[in-house]
Antibody, heavy 117, light 106 residues
Framework: EVQLVESGGGLVKPGGSLRLSCAAS????????MNWVRQAPGKGLEWVGR??????????DYAAPAKGRFTISRDDSKNTLYLQMNSLKSEDTAMYYC????????WGQGTMVTVSS | DIQMTQSPSSLSASVGDRVTITCRAS??????LAWFQQKPGKAPKSLIY???SLQSGVPSKFSGSGYGTDFTLIISSLQPEDFATYYC?????????FGGGTKVEI
């Protein structure tokens, strides 16, 4: 079964850091471009960024709110995608999803990040 | 950034109704347009990619059409399990952007 499972969310103070993980199974993870998408409570969907497959350079792209604060990485040996979030702000409070490919054909169940003092 | 505008933002419909949701891009996105369904407390689910291609396992009552700036999602006969929020998304250029959503209610 093709599956993505996020973990690592929680409560963090403004200015703090958090690392999210997304464990993939059921497909060749190393071939996949992977994305992070977030959804603030009661709001719509917002793309955070992507990482290309290593065969396509392994490069990353970010939406403006994430640039300079968030870093996407991958460990193909562990079939795992990461999102390192630094200098967190209250407006980063959201459910964070990982999703496969630019067309987001497979989504994880999400992990909740709450930034609050 | 490409702005995606969905209409309506919400609609009320009955079981068996044909429902049409539109999505307009602020500039052309070719056919790089996807549709998603999201139920409360759940992750989004992919329905349509490349504007009109049905994802594997998605029932044929869902259909998509359009090219360039104007796109449509049609649910041919609404069933109780279809009451949800629907989002369009363009993946033609960065940043990838979503429409604001259309909530389909009873």
């Amino acid at each position: 079964e093709v599956q993505l499972v996020e973990s690592g969310g929680g409560l963090v103070k403004p200015g703090g850091s958090l690392r999210l993980s997304c464990a993939a199974s059921g497909f060749i993870f190393s071939d996949a471009w992977m994305n992070w998408v977030r959804q603030a409570p009661g709001k719509g969907l917002e793309w955070v960024g992507r990482i290309r497959s290593n065969s396509d350079g392994g490069t990353t792209d970010y939406a403006a709110p994430a640039k300079g604060r968030f870093t996407i990485s991958r460990d193909d040996s562990k079939n795992t995608l990461y999102l390192q979030m630094n200098s967190l702000k209250s407006e980063d409070t959201a459910m964070y999803y990982c999703a496969r490919r630019n067309g987001f054909d497979i989504w994880g169940q999400g992990t909740m990040v709450t930034v609050s003092s | 950034d490409i702005q995606m505008t969905q209409s309506p933002s919400s609609l009320s419909a009955s079981v068996g109704d044909r429902v049409t949701i539109t999505c307009r891009a602020s500039q052309g996105v070719s056919n790089h347009l996807a549709w998603f369904q999201q139920k409360p407390g759940k992750a989004p689910k992919s329905l349509i990619y490349a504007a009109s291609s049905l994802q594997s396992g998605v029932p044929s009552k869902f259909s998509g059409s359009g090219y360039g700036t104007d796109f449509t999602l049609i649910i041919s006969s609404l069933q109780p399990e279809d009451f949800a929020t629907y989002y369009c998304q363009q993946y033609n250029s960065d940043p990838l952007t979503f429409g604001g959503g259309t909530k389909v209610e009873i």
